[in-house]
């Protein structure tokens, strides 16, 4: 009886981690995502572009800028479905400029959510727009000529 118990007990207890990493946040990587379990993001925090490079890329017009950015998901849009299909969502960055992230899936895989006020990473390339800027190129480049980006999200790689 008491080995029932004590078993009783840690599925119990795996149940509730469970459902508290739920309620955390945490998004395990969709079913059909080539996701890489990479680990913590903060690791990325030494890498990240400084936003004054980007603040700059866009009071100057510049574009064509390898990126790597750190931003709170701060709206979710319809993908765009002309042409090759984009995940698109907006990121604001610590100094409240936003991005529009335009991810293509029909290369890259799709990241799972993304639920707003959560932190996002992404490197890619960033291209000047009246609205703030947009960073595309998140994914493998199939021909291999441009740099290989990415979205991290919670941990788990999608390109």
């Not at 080995?3 to 395990?28: D, K, M, Q, W, Y």
């Not at 907006?90 to 899936?105: C, E, F, G, P, Y």
């Not at 960033?126 to 800027?133: F, I, K």
Request: hydrophobic content about 40%; proline content about 4%.
């Amino acid at each position: 009886m008491k080995a029932g118990r004590t078993l009783s007990f840690f599925v119990l207890l795996a149940g509730l981690v469970g459902i508290v990493s739920c309620e955390a946040g945490h998004a395990p990587p969709a079913a059909e995502a080539e996701a890489v379990d990479v680990g913590v993001d903060s690791v990325l925090d030494r890498e990240v572009t400084p936003v004054s490079v980007v603040a700059d890329a866009f009071k100057n017009n510049t574009s064509n800028i390898q990126v790597l950015m750190k931003g709170t998901v701060t709206r979710v849009l319809a993908d765009d479905v002309s042409g090759d299909k984009h995940q698109r969502f907006i990121i604001t960055l610590s100094n409240k400029q936003t991005l529009l992230v335009a991810h293509n899936i029909d290369i890259g895989s799709r990241v799972p959510g993304p639920k707003l006020n959560t932190v996002i990473y992404v490197f890619g390339e960033y291209e000047w727009n009246a609205d703030g800027g947009v960073v595309h190129w998140t994914h493998v480049d199939p021909g291999g000529t441009h740099p290989a980006g990415w979205i991290q999200y919670f941990g788990y790689r999608y390109q």
